[in-house]
């Protein structure tokens, strides 16, 4: 058995919010229903998304 709290989106130091990807509360980078971020043509998956925080889940977004 795995137990995991505590998991947490690491954007720091990636220049997100120079480049004006909006980004939440969390730190997770807002997209809309086709995963667009809020600068055109940047798009974002997976756990930097705050969706569900699974490996898988990312596979299945590309």
């Known amino acids: 058995m795995l137990i995991s709290i505590g998991r947490t989106m690491n954007v720091m130091g990636l220049g997100l919010e120079e480049a004006g990807v909006a980004l939440g509360q969390r730190g997770e980078v807002i997209v ?3 995963l667009k971020t809020s600068v055109p043509g940047v798009y974002a998956i997976g756990d930097i998304t705050g969706k569900v925080q ?3 889940v990312a596979s299945a977004q590309v």
């Open 54 to 56: 699974l490996a898988h």
């Open 32 to 34: 809309d229903e086709y």
